[in-house]
């Protein structure tokens, strides 16, 4: 633009031109690009992005009452809420209650409204069964007739939320929290009170994991760092072994290692260090001890990556200044291996805190994580809602994770390997 | 116990092997002043950065010692040498600005704070880098990179600053400027510096000595002036400098001069390294030692060669002739106005030169 200014009649016509060239000779490269990661766009698109999505939406989705109880729905969203709903209301809540009851239908509707208030399932399937046809006087007072239920606030709140597009119940429900009466946001009572105590428990397990395997992994990548290639690389590979068998082999294996009679025992009480057989397996030590065995690789490559490019020079050049080789270590090499500490810390985190089979086989009742529970919503329960929530929860928690990284060591820092 | 005529440094006898079969460093025994510039020069794996990082302490000698001021250094561990190093790769700490990499080997002796920065300030201004204390190492260009590299080698008023390779990594005009940048500090602080480089003529112009290393052991020790003009050994002569070479017999001695046969000529050159008569010798001529045409005429040294190529690199014209069996003889000439049209291809040109600029050397 400078140009242009400065002989505006002659170069401001070449200077188009110019533009129009570049522009022209940079469309090939950027389709060329685009092509050659279309694929791998797409396959992330379709299952990555899409089932993330998914399961966001899923968290939040309340499509029970619409699907049950279209017009119901439709008429429940534009009343008022005051004391019980009008005639015309309750007319076509019965029909479609008779409908839906005829069509089997009713119990996963009748399922849905005991998550927002206990006992709620035996009224509406009752309900459901013994509406008549026709009202006995008005429909208010046969409702209130089949179950004096009917006239509590909190039940017609409760559908009314049911009736909403969208539905903060099961996030809530993963916090511990609840809609009061007046829709106010509550604790739950204690005895319900869970998932909180489970995110702790699961953030716990997963730092003491973490921390075990940078204790275990930093001296061994600083060794094979400081190695030649040669003696490095196979070393590397022994590193990796645990990958050529599966997770579930080498989470079984743990079993038969850790149990009352199994080796590990045997040689703690051989060697005289414990006089009864130590309880490895199914607590919490069985957990870490396998979680940390199953994660190290992924603590080892990051730091090695990072320690193998930190030019032996800088030592040798803080001893050269003056500095004694524990104070070269802590002032140039450790600072320099930052971002593979930070990288495999970041990666063995968010790797435990999803983590389900090791703690599903090795742990007790108390060492189960958020996965597990996602399980059980998903497998057992059909409560797809909670499972929903409870994996937004734990994507929640990975962002939160990855954004701290990102302020305190830097993206363009990290390295996986 | 110390001598009082003991030099600054001094390596006795130090022999290094990494395999317990190859010497990298064999039996050396080198004297190094106190406020000289040495260089140690040599091709790569010649054993001069081993005998750096021995001196440093990164390396320990496999027998020998080093003494450095008559203290022998084995028992010094590397940090409290207090020998200041130049890395060839400059190994300034990424994370730290320039005034902490300055700061740092004062912060490891326990300066006190004011002390540190008006020493770092100093040093900046030294190297022509003051207002860079608060840029990072990657935000410098290599020249620059360089020059903070040696005020962090010197801030601490080491005894003796080891350099290797320092500008391996410049470009050929930034690596002048620094040659003498480098030799400037050497003569204004009064410096002893030990240089390894492989680059003769960083060699050359900046040192007070030159060690010439091959395959762990020192073959000529000398002035650069000796070491170009009166080489030693085959090695040295072909290391230092160009030369044209020549193999032949000696057949005779008389008085420092001897005859040597050449093919069918016979050339007369001075006996430096000769094993005696009859015996195999490497003739060493200096390119610009040669004359041609009238000013060739009264030499003992005159041969006929047939002008192979004439090369025109504006101050001087190399020429390759055909001469004595070789056909890559090449000459020097100052270039002269209207000279490079008179040397044709496949001319006939006389050549010659003096005994004392022929020197017959080892085989």
Known sequence: MTAATAHPAVSHLAATALRRHVRRSGRRRRLAAVGLTLPLVAYLLVFFVLPILGMLRLSVANDELATTLPETTALLRAWSGEGMPPEDVLAVLAREMRAAHAARTLARLAKRLNVESAGFRTLVLATGRNLPETPAGSWTETFLALDPEWGKPAIWGALRRAAAPWTDLYLLAALDLERGEQGEIRRVAPERAIYLGILGRTLWISFLVTAACLVLAYPLAYLLAGLPERYANPLLILVLLPFWTSLLVRSAAWIVLLQREGPINQILQGLRLVDQPLQLVFNRAGVLIAMTHVLLPFMVLPLYSVMRNIHPSYVRAAISLGASPWLAFRRIFLPLSVPGIAAGCLLVFILAIGYYITPALLGGADDQMISWFVAFFTLQTVNWGMAAALGTLLFAVTLALYALFARVVGVDRLRLG | MPRADDAFVRFEGVTKSYDGVHLVVDHLDLEIARGEFLTLLGPSGSGKTTCLMMLAGFEQPTAGEIRLEGRPLSRVPPHRRDIGVVFQSYALFPHMTVAENLAFPLEVRRLGRAEIEERVRRALAMVRLSGFEHRRPAQLSG????????????????????????????????????????????????????????????????????AVFEAGRIQQLATPRELYEEPKNAFVARFIGENNRFRGIVEGIEGGVCRVRVGEAEVRALAVNVAGIGKPTTLSLRPERVVTGEAAHHLPNRFAGRLLETVYHGDHLRLRLALLGSDAFIVKLPNRPGMADTLARGTELVVGWRVEDCRALDA
Do not use: C, N, W
């Open chain 2, 143 to 210: 020249g620059q990179q360089q020059r903070v590299a040696l005020a962090r080698a010197l801030v601490f008023e080491p005894k003796l600053v080891l350099m290797d390779e320092p500008l391996g990594a410049l470009d050929k005009q930034l690596r002048e400027s620094m040659q003498y940048e480098i030799a400037q500090l050497h003569e204004q602080l009064g410096l002893t510096v030990v240089y390894v480089t492989h680059d003769q003529s960083e060699a050359l112009t900046m040192s007070d000595r030159v």
